[in-house]
């Protein structure tokens, strides 16, 4: 997203890579997965469900639990599963 932010408004110049802002804005579904992932692995170090999560993403827990649970530090925190 920074890189974004540091792009020109103005149009390329002729001599210069046309599709920069296309490169630039074709990053932002990975860039806004790896927020995601790590949104979840911060709340379930807080201690937040899974059910709670899952609500957040506008999924089911158990679809929450099976997308992300195997991240690193995601997986348990506490017994609230």
């Known amino acids: 997203m920074r890189g974004v932010a540091r792009l020109p408004a103005q ?17 932002v579904p990975e860039l806004a997965g790896q927020l995601v992932r790590a949104a979840v692995v911060a709340d379930r170090r807080a201690g937040v469900s899974w059910e ?21 530090g995601a997986a348990r925190v506490g017994r609230s599963g």
């Open 52 to 72: 709670q999560i899952g609500a957040g993403l506008g999924i089911s827990a158990e679809a929450a639990r099976s997308r992300f649970g195997r991240l690193r």
């Open 11 to 27: 149009p390329p110049s002729p001599a210069s890579p046309a599709p920069r802002h296309c490169a630039a804005v074709a990053q």
